[in-house]
T-cell receptor
């Protein structure tokens, strides 16, 4: 069975500082990996996804993530955060064959301080 | 174009009552998913439709939960004999056919069972 661990429940960073949100997954083959963002009262919005190929994936809003098979990780990064980045971030894994459901982590809440 | 819509946005009911939650997917998306998000948790998979049929209902917690998609578009999630533990945000997503395709989420229905 697939699973996702987001070890950081809450992270606080200063505006303009760099950001890294951690995600570790468990899956028997090469997975599909996703990062979604959820703002208060909003639906989940896809930031980026990894299927295959280049392990460094670029997404919207200046985010990127790197797939590291050896570490079973898919960490999300941004070089300089903006106050509008404050939200809940979810990492998710999908099977590369068979069922199509996504398995989400418990999320990381990001707070930005001026 | 229009995204995934869900109605109602909020639903308050009493323990033991029956509720229906509706999802309108993005036009042309053949795959439709229901997830449930409890407070402080990531979304948890409930059921996946491919067209009119439920391709995977392994996430439905018990037989009080049922979902239909009779014409391959709109879907209704039905909960019988609601319990306080059913209180959560119910999310719907849709995608084009295929594993790993991006799932586009609706804003959710917040269900509160008193």
């Amino acid at each position: 069975a697939q699973s996702v661990t987001q070890p950081d429940i809450h992270i606080t960073v200063s505006e303009g500082a760099s950001l890294e949100l951690r995600c570790n997954y468990s899956y028997g083959a090469t997975p599909y990996l996703f990062w979604y963002v959820q703002s208060p009262g909003q639906g989940l919005q896809l930031l980026l996804k990894y299927f295959s190929g280049d392990t460094l994936v670029q997404g919207i809003k200046g985010f990127e993530a790197e797939f590291k098979r050896s570490q079973s990780s898919f960490n999300l990064r941004k070089p300089s955060v903006h106050w509008s980045d404050a939200a809940e971030y979810f990492c998710a894994v999908g099977a590369s064959f068979g069922n199509e459901k996504l398995t989400f982590g418990t999320g990381t809440r990001l707070t930005i301080i001026p | 174009g229009a995204g995934v819509s869900q109605t109602p946005s909020n639903k308050v009911t009493e323990k033991g009552k029956y509720v229906e939650l509706r999802c309108d997917p993005i036009s042309g998306h053949t795959a439709l998913y229901w997830y449930r998000q409890s407070l402080g948790q990531g979304p948890e998979f409930l059921i996946y439709f491919q067209g009119t049929g439920a391709a995977d209902d392994s996430g439905l917690p018990n037989d009080r939960f049922f979902a239909v998609r009779p014409e391959g578009s709109v879907s209704t999630l039905k909960i019988q004999r609601t319990e306080r533990g059913d209180s959560a945000v119910y999310l719907c997503a849709s995608s084009v056919q295929g594993a790993g395709e991006t799932q586009y989420f609706g804003p959710g229905t917040r269900l509160l069972v008193l």
